[in-house]
T-cell receptor
Framework: AQSVTQPDIHITVSEGASLELRCNYS??????LFWYVQSPGQGLQLLLK??????LVQGIKGFEAEFKRSQSSFNLRKPSVHWSDAAEYFC???????????FGDGTTLTVKP | DSGVTQTPKHLITATGQRVTLRCSPR?????VYWYQQSLDQGLQFLIQ???????AKGNILERFSAQQFPDLHSELNLSSLELGDSALYFC????????????FGPGTRLTVL
């Protein structure tokens, strides 16, 4: 069965520091990968997606993610974190031959001033 | 604004009652997904409909049911409510099948007293 693992439940970084949130997926087929962000009291918003092609994808709000098939990973990065980036981040995977997308458990990001 | 609307925003009810949550997908989107988000369970996929037909089922209780109507709006029915059903219920939509990015509504906060 398809699954998504976000190993870090909670991450704290200082404002201006770089950020990397980890995501690993498990399945044999070619995945479609997504990162979503959820601010407190809000619904989820798509940050970026990978379908095919260039393995480094750019998203909104200065985020990027790199697909590494050999590591089954799709880690989210940002070179310099802003206080407004404090939120919960979800990685998700979908497949054309599956009936649904699968979401990870989320990583909560806290930004220190 | 994702274009997905959910009503009501808040719902307070008592144990044993039945409620209906409504979702209108983005214009043109054929798929509707329902999720439950709670502090202890995280984001749980409940069910997906595609063009009126059930497409995939997740961790949906037998007390819960959903449907998608010809105009593509969807309703989630929750019956015999228990305290543990208190959660945020999100609806999301996508243009086609599960490999599309999903657009999330603002959610309905259900409180069961």
């Amino acid at each position: 069965a398809q699954s998504v693992t976000q190993p870090d439940i909670h991450i704290t970084v200082s404002e201006g520091a770089s950020l990397e949130l980890r995501c690993n997926y498990s399945y044999g087929a070619t995945p479609y990968l997504f990162w979503y962000v959820q601010s407190p009291g809000q619904g989820l918003q798509l940050l970026l997606k990978y379908f095919s092609g260039d393995t480094l994808v750019q998203g909104i709000k200065g985020f990027e993610a790199e697909f590494k098939r050999s590591q089954s990973s799709f880690n989210l990065r940002k070179p310099s974190v802003h206080w407004s980036d404090a939120a919960e981040y979800f990685c998700a995977v979908a497949y054309t031959n599956a009936g649904k997308s699968t979401f990870g458990d989320g990583t909560t990001l806290t930004v220190k001033p | 604004d994702s274009g997905v609307t959910q009503t009501p925003k808040h719902l307070i009810t008592a144990t044993g009652q039945r409620v209906t949550l409504r979702c209108s997908p983005r214009s043109g989107d054929l798929s509707v997904y329902w999720y439950q988000q709670s502090l202890d369970q995280g984001l749980q996929f409940l069910i997906q409909y595609y063009n009126g037909e059930e497409r995939a089922k997740g961790n949906i209780l037998e007390r819960f049911s959903a449907q998608q109507f010809p105009d593509l709006h969807s309703e989630l029915n929750l019956s015999s409510l228990e305290l543990g059903d208190s959660a945020l219920y999100f609806c999301a939509s996508s243009p086609h099948g599960s490999y599309n990015e999903q657009f999330f509504g603002p959610g309905t906060r259900l409180t069961v007293l």
